[in-house]
Every structure is written in structure tokens, then in C-alpha cells.
């Protein structure tokens, strides 16, 4: 692709966000240092922006190279984000931090649209995972503070232990947290106490899981009989 083609899709996605009614072109105008009329222009394909001009609409928009990349401009719904991809796996032998990235994975709007601060990360292998993970898979993480403030016990969430970032049951008790594994989950006295004592739930429960991404294992096909 060349950087002419990346330039027309941001143009389009402003264009369109304009048609919509929820940016103006002399918004769009003054975050991008240009005239009014030059705005109107480049949007009707008369005038171009310059790369400078161009970085200041990107912007504007709240989009990224790798959005423009993925997007498609003839179809206004089909909105996707790039979201950042944790460097390391989540799991023991670790200790991923959520705010060093090695990349974006290309997810639906849709999908992203009530999180805060979404993320995605690897899991790696540990010897007992809750039911419904597997070594490998691509999880989409919620930062909300609010929600891990309250976390419930009907999902997992990504918690920090002493060993790293692990993915665990979460229930609340008193003034401390309680995290279990499959193996655990059903004995609520065998489930792991962290006392709070004045910490802040957030540094022990990190994200929400809302989605789990995972490669199609191929199954043998055999004859009949």
C-alpha cells in the first residue's frame, strides 16, 4: 500500500465522520492548523493535506497507521481498532507488564467500544488454568479501574501474585481478595487469601477478561470403518 492510499482512507474516515454529524469541519479545521476552507476542500478531494497536517488529523480522529491499514472505507460500520499486544505472556516463568507492547492485533469496534484501556496478551502454559483457557491464546483485556474495584466472581481476571500476572476466579471478602484456579474454585477454603492491609485492590486484580481468541485445532479424519 502506498502512503497516497493510506492518506485517502484518513480523508474518507473524516469525511465520513462529518456526513455523520459527530465532528464539524471547523473542528476538524483547528485541530489540524489548517483554514476552514482548505478543510472543505481536502474533504471534497480539491486540495491535499500536508504529512504534518495529515499526523494532526490522525489525531483528531483518534485513529492509528495500523486502523488505516486494516480498515475498509466503504463500509462506515465496519470499524477496526489496532489494540496493543502485551510483550510477554501472561503465566508463570514472566512478569508481563501491561504497558510494554510489541505490536497491535486488529480487532472489531464493536467488540472495544465499552472498555477502557483495552489490551491484548498471550497466555502462556500453566499447569492448571481456569476451564475455559489454554496455553496460547489470545485474551482481550478491560483496564477498568471501576469494574476491578468490584471485581465478580462469574468471570476471570488477570491478578497479580508474587510469581507475575496469572489469570484467576476473583471474589471479594473483608478487606482481602480471594483467587482461585480450576482445582480450587469449587473448596472456597482452599482458595488463595491476599490480605489488602492498605493496598490498592488495583494493583492485585489488572484486567478483565472480556474475549479469548484461539487457533482451530485440526482433527484427524478417518475413514469409516
Known sequence: MQIEELISRLVETA????????VTERR??????VSQPHMHNV???IRSLSPESADRLMQALGITVPELLW????EA???VRAVPVVRQRIGPGSDANLAVFRGYVPLAGSLLASLVSPVAARLS??????AQFRANDLLLLDQNEDLRNRPSGGR???VAEESGLR???VRLGGTSVYLANEATVRDPRAWDQVQLNGRNILEVVRARIVWIGREVEAEEIRPAG
Open 15 to 22: 469525511r465520513q465522520r462529518v456526513q455523520r454529524g459527530s
Open 28 to 33: 476538524l479545521a483547528r485541530l489540524c492548523g
Open 43 to 45: 474533504l471534497k478531494n
Open 71 to 74: 480498515r475498509f472505507p466503504e
Open 77 to 79: 460500520e465496519a470499524e
Open 125 to 130: 502454559s500453566e499447569l492448571v488454568l481456569p
Open 156 to 158: 476471570c481476571w488477570v
Open 167 to 169: 489469570v484467576r476466579y
